[in-house]
């Protein structure tokens, strides 16, 4: 059983940057295949990008490739999401997810996993 909690979202002017963490717990993180959803008012909760157990393999949506950039620190049970250059349209409730798969996943029933969402709002 993983439990994770997002944190570091906020209110910001388009061309900011934003880092997002989502801190697991449970001593199986390491292994778990993490992801970042998005979901704005009135949409379908989307895939943002992909980690996997080493951080050696990442995979990202088209519309973020370039300006964000997913990690993890397993020591600190913790991964991130960078978002620089951000617009208005990465508005949206920002979702960690955890799969116990060694394969990447960008579907969101392909994950077990769910953070309770962290909003992120950029004003233009």
């Known amino acids: 059983q993983v439990h994770l909690v997002e944190s570091g979202g906020g209110l910001v002017q388009a061309g900011d940057s934003l880092r997002l963490s989502c801190a697991a717990s449970?001593?199986?993180?390491?292994?778990?295949?993490m992801g970042w959803f998005r979901q704005a008012p009135g949409l379908e909760r989307e895939f943002v990008a992909t980690?996997?157990?080493?951080?050696?393999?990442?995979n990202y949506e088209d519309s973020v490739k370039g300006r964000f950039t997913i990690s993890r620190d397993n020591a600190k049970n913790t991964v991130y999401l960078q978002m620089n250059s951000l617009k208005p349209e990465d508005t949206a409730v920002y979702y960690c997810?955890?799969?116990?798969?060694?394969?990447?996943?960008?579907?969101?029933?392909?994950?077990?996993?769910w953070g309770q969402g962290t909003q992120v709002t950029v004003s233009s």
């Open positions: 997810a955890g799969r116990d798969s060694s394969l990447l996943a960008k579907w969101v029933h392909e994950y077990e996993y």
């Open positions: 980690i996997n157990w080493s951080g050696g393999r990442t």
């Open positions: 449970g001593r199986t993180f390491s292994r778990y295949v």
